[in-house]
């Protein structure tokens, strides 16, 4: 059954929420969802910066996207950048007068289903990535921000590699972040279709996880929850295997009931 209703012509979704701290000491990832009569909108940040700084930034991150949609949830992509551009600046007045907080940066990845409508829509900094599993067949629908990414779309190094590559975790934006440009928000949509899903995730998860995997685990759950929990499971099987320490991750599934 689904677990939440949202429009005047209710298209059925359910979805499942975690965030772990993994290996480390502490979490400094984030996630949040707010509804309105017509949408619903997830968000996920991994911080970074460090004991306090981490945490604080990618949690300014989430309550920022948040009430801004809470404030503007009519969806559209300009609209959706609006609230990433809004966590923005609530990271700057974080940092604001802040010493020790003044290397905190955050990414993010936002889904906002639109009952309305009948799209999805997406946006993201950094590293954190949104998946479509349509018919079936996963889509990662971000491109990180990031120089191994860039290194892949040369074709120095294939999507496997670079989950290992000693670069891995140099990002060219984050929220809160110096960049020598203009920071990139990435924003797209699509029509919603019968039996799409998505999956939100920090790279605490998807480094552990195959487009197989997330495949194979998604045709054999009939819940949002078991999905995320296979996930989990299979990811945590995977680091185990490799003697690494696990990073935080956190992660939204969702799950279109009926369109």
């Excluded at 971000?142 to 670079?162: F, I, K, P």
Aim: proline residues 2%; charged residues 20%.
């Amino acid at each position: 059954m689904p677990d939440s209703l949202i429009g005047a012509e209710q298209l059925a979704l359910s979805h499942a929420q975690i965030t772990k701290i993994g290996g480390r000491d502490t979490n400094e990832d984030a996630l949040g969802c707010t509804f309105s009569d017509d949408a619903a909108c997830f968000v996920v940040s991994d911080g970074v910066g460090g004991h306090e700084g981490g945490e604080i930034a990618s949690v300014a991150v989430v309550e920022a996207v948040q009430e801004s949609f809470q404030a503007y949830p009519s969806p559209s992509s300009e609209v959706l950048r609006s609230h990433i551009e809004y966590a923005v600046a609530s990271v700057a007045q974080c940092k604001k007068g802040n010493k020790a907080l003044a290397n905190m940066s955050a990414t993010a990845a936002a889904l906002i289903i639109d009952a309305e409508t009948r799209r999805a829509l997406w946006a993201h900094v950094g590293d954190t990535r949104v998946y479509l599993l349509r018919n079936g067949r996963v889509h990662r629908v971000t491109r990180d921000h990031s120089l191994v990414q860039q290194l892949v779309d040369a074709g120095y190094c294939t999507a496997e590699q670079a989950k290992a590559h000693p670069l891995r975790n140099t990002l060219l934006f984050a929220i809160g972040a110096d960049s020598e440009g203009p920071m990139e928000i990435s924003c797209d949509e699509t029509e919603i279709l019968e039996g799409d899903a998505f999956l939100l995730c920090t790279d605490g998860l998807w480094e552990w996880l195959s487009a197989e995997e997330i495949e194979h685990l998604l045709a054999f759950s009939a819940t949002a929850e078991q999905w995320l929990s296979e996930l989990v499971r299979v990811s945590e099987e995977n680091c185990r295997g490799s003697g690494k320490l696990r990073d935080n991750y956190t992660a939204f599934a969702v799950m279109i009931d009926g369109v």
